[in-house]
């Protein structure tokens, strides 16, 4: 999103807008990739059950461009303000700091790496016309394809929690709370939990909004995975101690019956899927428990990388379909015969795969034509094809091992399906080439 597209919406007084009054908090730490789109998302937000009197941005020792970001950002919109860390101390001292700068009876805490829905911060914001509510939390909705062991399991994960908060709350990725949190314990992990467990002591309600929707990243890797799920279960597990708090999640009760009521177990595939997602939880929570028998600090930890990519286009709901043709695929598998032109159209796949990573699916049509499947924005889609032209035409290809190369060119069409409207066509320029005698095997 364009720094320029950051405007003062309105210009009304204070006391002509609408509702309860709402400081937002986002902690930051190295969120250049979403950060820019995180807040556009809160602002543009149309309110009836209140305003958004103050964005306050947290950054924590950020070693990439959030800071001047958020800054150019704050220079468009004097609701948004800037709280640098010259250090990272952890997002419990980050959080303390929004909270000691938040001036409104209502405070909104959501992740930088996650992306608001239209009407989630509303939906949130309505239930504090009842007294007796003190937290309300959103319902997250991870972006990662499900065609994958990971992407099943993180969605496995996101929803046995929905389950559950819907019957108990447990709040999480996006949260709204009355001012009367003083601060936090600055080693805690999970601080949503934190804040929960102090709004509960002081007598007030909790409720979970499923409407209330934002969309984040979950691993992509099994490191990633037993990183973050360790974490957080040792986390829960020290709010216990220092709090006498636990989360619902917590409950290997609740947790069972929501996997056994999910319909994840009815098909093969997802069956031997959500057993290994089981058997990494297990692991996860066992590997939590062991850090806090030997009181190992949670509360800096180590980024899990995969989790940060970019939202957006995961969450944005468009599709994109890239057709890719081998130049000259018939007179090149006539010289090379059959079997080297399916080598030369399965290397040609390859490098897709490699230049797309998880992001698209790709497959092998007819007659040297390879078709991928990629969520998110148009011109990402085309910038992908266009570097991956670039790439695969620099160099002969190999087609067996034993030193057969063909020299290859590529045409490329994108077709955006938008979530509205009508598709999109368009070709991808590629550079005009010289003619070139036909390819030939070099030995």
Request: charged share 20%; net charge neutral; hydrophobic share 40%.
């Amino acid at each position: 999103m364009s720094v320029m597209a950051f405007k003062q919406r309105s210009d009304a007084p204070a006391a002509d807008l609408p509702g309860t009054g709402c400081s937002v908090g986002i902690m930051a730490y190295n969120e250049e990739a979403n950060i820019a789109d995180a807040i556009g998302a809160i602002l543009e937000q149309e309110l009836a059950a209140g305003h958004i009197a103050e964005l306050i941005v947290v950054a924590s020792g950020c070693g990439d461009r959030t800071v001047p970001i958020v800054s150019d950002i704050a220079c468009h919109d004097p609701r948004v303000r800037l709280i640098e860390q010259k250090r990272r101390e952890g997002k419990a001292s980050a959080i303390n700091l929004f909270i000691a700068a938040a001036t409104s009876p209502v405070l909104l805490m959501v992740s930088a790496d996650v992306l608001v829905e239209d009407g989630t911060i509303d939906a949130l914001l309505r239930h504090f016309e009842d007294p007796g509510v003190g937290m309300a939390g959103g319902h997250p909705i991870p972006v990662n394809p499900e065609t994958t062991f990971l992407g099943h399991a993180v969605h496995l994960q996101w929803r046995l929690h929905d389950r559950i908060a819907r019957e108990s709350p447990k709040l999480g990725e996006i949260v709204a709370f009355r001012n009367v949190v003083p601060s936090i314990p600055t080693d805690t992990a999970v601080d949503e939990i934190s804040i929960q467990a102090v709004v509960t002591q002081l007598g007030y309600r909790l409720v979970y909004e499923p409407q209330a929707i934002v969309y984040n990243r979950g691993p992509t890797t099994v490191r990633d995975f037993l990183r973050q799920r360790r974490r957080i279960h040792a986390g829960h597990l020290r709010i216990v101690e220092q709090q006498g708090y636990a989360a619902s999640t917590m409950s290997s009760t609740r947790v069972v019956r929501a996997l056994l009521s999910s319909g994840s177990l009815t098909r093969p595939r997802s069956l031997m899927w959500s057993i290994g997602t089981v058997g990494l939880e297990v692991a996860a929570r066992t590997l939590g428990h062991y850090d806090v028998e030997r009181r190992r600090p949670q509360h800096v930890w180590e980024i899990a990388a995969t989790t940060k990519e970019h939202v957006a286009e995961g969450a944005s709901g468009q599709q994109n379909v890239l057709v890719f043709h081998i130049g000259n695929f018939h007179r090149q598998q006539l010289q090379l015969g059959a079997h080297a032109g399916r080598q030369l159209t399965q290397r040609v796949c390859d490098h897709i795969k490699r230049a797309v990573r998880s992001k698209a699916t790709v497959s092998i049509g007819r007659s040297g034509t390879i078709v991928a499947l990629m969520n998110g924005d148009r011109d990402a889609a085309e910038r992908t094809a266009a570097e991956l032209i670039e790439k695969v035409e620099a160099a002969p290809l190999s087609l067996n091992g034993h030193g057969a190369t063909a020299k290859v060119t590529l045409a490329c069409a994108v077709i955006a399906f938008p979530p509205e409207g009508l598709p999109l066509a368009e070709s991808i320029r590629i550079p005009t080439l010289d003619p070139e005698p036909a390819p030939s095997l070099a030995t």
